[in-house]
């Protein structure tokens, strides 16, 4: 995960950040965010999806998925994944073209029963819109709890904190759509 670190370092420079400021705008400690710099440490989609909030970018920033223009066809082979190391579930960007736009497209596999933990609230203005295609999921956003099956579908803001976890036993997949086109910046 070294290229994941210098991402994040590189990012940090960019914003003239010290470990100690990312850390206080993620609450992830400085010693992680070293370890992860250093590609040491394998953060978790949860605690990684923090460090790109307090970054004010995407996990699929800090991951290097490109942001081409033009006509592109992306096979499956080419996906960039994130497998977190302690749950297992499965992160896959399909939208390196839309980055470029403020569009994120997700797939995420979560194997049966677990959870994603809290996803750090995105900056206002961001909002999700994710697809149940295939298990039983749970959604909390904020305080509110939502029961979706295959082909249910929900839209939200993502100012608050949120979070997913498979109710079933077998692999849960959804697609997350994160539009960013009408965000604040660092809002």
């Not at 670190?5 to 609450?27: F, I, P, Q, Y």
């Not at 569009?103 to 596999?109: D, M």
């Not at 976890?165 to 697609?175: C, D, H, L, Q």
Request: glycine share 8%.
């Amino acid at each position: 995960m070294k290229n994941l670190g210098d991402a994040v370092k590189r990012r940090r420079n960019e914003l003239e950040l010290s470990l100690s400021d990312v850390a206080a705008r993620s609450g992830v400690s400085a010693a992680m965010l070293s370890e992860v710099e250093r590609g040491q440490k394998s953060p978790t989609i949860r605690v990684l999806s923090h460090i790109a909030e307090a970054l004010t970018c995407s996990i699929s920033d800090l991951l290097g998925e490109n942001r081409m223009s033009g006509p592109r066809l992306a096979r499956a082979k080419s996906h960039k994944r994130f497998i977190d190391p302690e749950s297992g579930i499965e992160r896959v960007s399909l939208s390196d073209e839309l980055l470029a736009r403020g569009i994120e497209v997700l797939l995420y596999r979560l194997p049966g029963g677990e959870d994603t933990g809290p996803f750090a609230p995105h900056r206002s203005g961001v909002q999700e819109h994710l697809t149940v295609l295939r298990g039983a999921l749970e959604i909390h956003v904020g305080s509110d709890v939502f029961q979706l099956r295959a082909e249910d579908s929900i839209s939200y803001a993502a100012n608050a904190s949120h979070r997913y976890r498979n109710v079933g036993k077998s692999v849960a997949e959804m697609i997350l759509v994160i539009d960013s086109t009408i965000a604040r910046p660092g809002g």
